[in-house]
Nanobody, 114 residues
Framework: VQLVESGGGMVQPGGSLRLSCEAS????????ISWYRQAPGKQRELVAA???????NYADSVKGRFTISRDNAKNTGYLQMNSLKAEDTAVYYC?????????WGQGTQVTVSS
């Protein structure tokens, strides 16, 4: 199982980024995908998740600004991030998981700064 994130970078407050999570080694369409983030000195926190059926949930801090989605044909999950704030600065991780397993990507840095 392998998950590879991409799309991070530096953006000004109010800007947008789209993160991608390319998966391999498992039947992507059958499992849930989630995005977590970890800021310096803080615990890793759940940002958003999407089930195999397309149901989504979000942290309160990102509701209305972030959108999680998936393209099963491309084995890829996405996190569209709009109206970014300085407090969104963190390393963002993708996680694939089922009832008895989980696997993490290596993370991608998102920095929101003027």
């Amino acid at each position: 199982v392998q998950l590879v994130e991409s799309g991070g970078g530096m953006v000004q407050p109010g800007g947008s980024l789209r993160l991608s999570c390319e998966a391999s080694g498992f039947t992507f369409s059958s499992y849930s995908i989630s995005w977590y983030r970890q800021a310096p000195g803080k615990q890793r926190e759940l940002v958003a998740a999407i089930t195999s059926g397309g149901s989504t949930n979000y942290a309160d801090s990102v509701k209305g600004r972030f959108t999680i989605s998936r393209d099963n044909a491309k084995n890829t999950g996405y996190l569209q991030m709009n109206s970014l704030k300085a407090e969104d600065t963190a390393v963002y991780y993708c996680k694939g998981y089922g009832s008895s397993w989980s696997s993490w990507g290596q993370g991608t840095q998102v920095t929101v700064s003027s």
